[in-house]
C-alpha cells in the first residue's frame, strides 16, 4: 500500500467514493481528519510521525488542501515535502483537494506524483454502472434498466446515491425497482430536463418547451438561470456540431470538451437535425435577452416566453 494519496477533482460524490475504497483497503487503522483551512502543517507531521500506542497503524485525511492548486500555497508548505521525502511508514495520508486539476509545477505535487494519485473530475458510464449494481447487490435489490435510471438521475454520484435510497425505500417489499418505480419516486435532473427543452425550442414544439418552462419554475428555478443553462446548452450544441464536421469519434469530443461521454452521446444523436446556423442565431438571442434583463428594459419571465415563442 502507498502511503501518500492524493485525490482530486470537483466530483464530490467521487472523491468520497475513492475515500472510502482507501480506508476499506487499510484494515485496522485509526482514521483522522483535518481541515487544511485551519490547520498547521506543523500539527499534521507530529500527528504523522507520532506512533500510535494502541493502533500502530493511522489514516490521516487532509480536507481542502487548496495548496496543491495554482496560485495557492500555505504556510511552512516545506516541512511537508521534508516529511514527504522522510515519512513514518506507520501513517497514511490522504490528500483531497476541491480543485479541477493540480499545479505540477510545485514540489509537493512532484513529490507526490510518485505515489497515487487519482483524479474524481468525471466518471464514465461503466464505472456508474459498475457502482450502482454493486449497492444494489448489497442490499438485495434488482433493477430492470439502469439506463434509464441514469438518464432521468444524471451522473453525479451524491445525487445517485440518494435516489437509490429513495428508491429502495420504495421497493422495499419486492426489492425489484422498475422503471414506473424510478418515475415515480426519482427527480429527474435539471440537466438532463435542459436538454429536453432544448429540442423542443429548435423543433418549435411550443406546447411542451412552456410545459418544461413551468416545470422549472415550480421547481424553483429562477428564470435567468435558465437563460445561462440554455445557453450553455446551445453553445456545447455548436461545439459538438464543429467537432462532428471534422470528423471527431465521441470519445474524442468527450475529450476535448472535458464532458460526460453521456452528454455527448446524447447531443450527437440530436446534432444532425441542428444547423450551425439555428443554434448560432438561439445563442444571439439569448444573449440579447439577458443583456436587456439586465438593463431593467424586459420582464425576465416574460424574455424567457417570447424567445420560447419566437
Known amino acids: ?5 492524493v485525490i482530486y477533482g470537483i466530483n464530490k460524490g467521487l472523491i468520497k467514493e475513492e475515500t472510502k475504497k482507501i480506508i476499506n483497503s487499510l484494515k485496522d487503522t485509526d482514521i483522522i481528519k483535518y481541515d487544511m483551512a485551519n490547520t498547521l502543517i506543523e500539527d499534521v ?8 500506542l494502541f493502533n500502530k497503524k ?8 487548496y495548496f496543491l492548486g495554482a496560485n495557492k500555497t500555505i504556510d511552512n508548505l516545506e516541512k511537508l515535502e521534508q516529511y514527504i521525502e522522510h515519512y513514518n511508514s506507520d501513517s497514511y495520508l490522504i490528500f483531497i ?19 497515487k494519485v487519482i483524479e474524481a473530475n468525471k466518471v464514465d458510464k461503466a464505472f456508474l454502472i459498475k457502482h450502482i449494481n454493486s449497492k444494489l447487490k448489497e442490499a438485495g435489490y434488482e433493477m430492470n434498466d439502469i ?7 444524471g451522473t453525479n454520484l451524491n445525487n445517485i446515491d440518494n435516489e437509490l435510497d429513495k428508491l429502495k425505500m420504495y421497493a422495499l417489499e419486492t426489492k425489484k425497482i422498475t422503471n414506473e418505480d424510478i418515475t ?14 432544448t429540442d423542443a425550442i429548435i423543433l418549435k414544439d411550443t406546447k411542451k418547451a412552456l410545459e418544461l418552462l413551468d416545470s422549472f419554475l415550480n421547481q424553483n428555478y429562477d ?36 464532458v460526460n461521454p453521456y452528454r455527448v452521446k ?21 444573449a440579447k435577452i439577458d443583456h436587456d434583463i439586465k438593463l431593467g428594459e424586459m420582464d425576465k419571465n416574460l424574455a424567457l416566453k417570447l424567445f420560447i415563442l419566437h
Open 1 to 5: 500500500m502507498e502511503n501518500f494519496y
Open 45 to 52: 507531521i507530529e500527528d504523522a510521525s507520532t506512533v500510535n
Open 58 to 65: 493511522k489514516i490521516i485525511i487532509l480536507e481542502d488542501c
Open 97 to 115: 483537494c476541491n480543485a479541477e486539476k493540480l499545479d505540477s509545477r510545485k514540489k509537493i505535487n512532484k513529490l507526490l506524483s510518485h505515489h
Open 147 to 153: 439506463n434509464f435510471f441514469l438518464e432521468r438521475v
Open 184 to 197: 415515480k419516486t426519482t427527480t429527474k435532473v435539471l440537466e438532463e430536463e435542459i436538454f429536453s427543452l
Open 223 to 258: 428564470e435567468i438561470q435558465i437563460i445561462l443553462l440554455l445557453a450553455n446548452q446551445f453553445h456545447f450544441l455548436f461545439q459538438v456540431k464543429r467537432l462532428i464536421n471534422k470528423n471527431k469519434s465521441e470519445s474524442e469530443i468527450a475529450k476535448i470538451l472535458e
Open 266 to 286: 446524447y447531443s450527437v444523436k440530436k446534432i444532425y437535425s441542428y444547423s450551425e446556423d439555428m443554434i448560432l442565431e438561439n445563442i444571439k438571442k439569448l
